[in-house]
């Protein structure tokens, strides 16, 4: 941030980290038999508390910078936000599910598979492309990705 703003940027957009814990990916290979392990939403608790913390300190981070440089614009996207309400209520937001990428092997839990990962052989796509949260497991879909999360606005 600092070498963008001495080569005189005057917007900068910095997203902070999505919920890992409820995505297909973090969901598969962290799979756990206990429950506890898991929120109400089925997200993994112990990996989404690691980027809340990380994403606090972001914030500060970005804050701080702000302060120091007046006329540069820092925004932050606050991303995981969008995403843990999308999680809470899918139907809300138009998609049918939060927890199950759109690509990737069909029986698989949360539809993800390390060794049948979308474009693979066995790997196969959902018909309702805006439907899921994630395209592959670990990649937000374009409609997950529309919506307002930043602060300030890009567009003042």
Known sequence: M?????????DIL?????????LPLYLN????????????YGC????????TRHNSFLQRGLSKLQKNHPCTRIM?????SHIYQIVQDP???GFDTALTSCC?????????????????DGSSVCHDLWSHL???GMHLSDAALSGPYCHPPIMQ
């Open 44 to 51: 993994l608790r112990n990996y989404n508390a690691l980027f």
């Open 14 to 22: 910095v997203s902070n980290i999505a919920p890992m814990g409820c």
């Open 76 to 80: 932050y996207a606050n991303l995981a």
């Open 104 to 120: 990737g092997k069909a029986r698989a839990p949360h539809r993800f598979n390390l060794l049948t990962m979308c474009g693979m």
């Open 29 to 40: 290979i962290f799979r756990s038999s206990d429950k506890s392990d898991y929120d109400k």
């Open 91 to 93: 139907r809300k937001f």
């Open 134 to 136: 994630t395209w592959d």
């Open 2 to 10: 600092q070498k963008l703003i001495t080569f005189a940027a005057v």
